[in-house]
């Protein structure tokens, strides 16, 4: 998914959950891992690109899987699930809640817009296929 569509889809469940829940703190908190999750393609791109790093180079790079590998560290279903029992145990807190959320959304549009093996969404299952981009 572009970035510009994480954006938009971001704000929007954002003021979803302000308007379900009146919290601005949820609202807010959603947004950070809803935009910001797809910042773990800049190691990837620093790593694996003998381009001058530019934003529009990375997305080209990240979105057309030029890289042989596909580490992505924070696109794991295993941490929505562990962000979940945070949310869990601190009672559903705000904060916690609003990031679960939001990463959740990232996660699911993510898997649903791309053309990816199922398994490339977990860590584990990216770790063991030594971060080879699974079809």
């Not at 990240?62 to 029992?85: D, I, N, S």
């Amino acid at each position: 998914m572009r970035l510009e569509h994480h954006v938009i889809l971001s704000v929007t469940f954002a003021g979803l959950l302000l308007a379900v829940f009146r919290s601005w703190e949820m609202a807010v908190a959603s947004l950070l891992p809803g935009v910001l999750l797809d910042a773990d393609h800049v190691p990837d791109f620093l790593v694996q690109s003998r381009e001058r790093f530019t934003p529009r180079r990375l997305f080209i790079a990240a979105y057309g899987r030029t890289f042989p590998k596909a580490y992505v560290l924070l696109h794991g279903w295993e941490w929505v699930f562990l962000c979940g029992l945070l949310a869990w145990w601190t009672d559903a807190n705000p904060w916690v809640l609003g990031i679960y959320l939001g990463w959740a959304q990232h996660m699911i549009a993510a898997q649903l817009m791309h053309d990816a093996n199922w398994w490339s969404y977990f860590f584990i299952g990216r770790l063991l296929h030594r971060f080879d981009h699974l079809s």
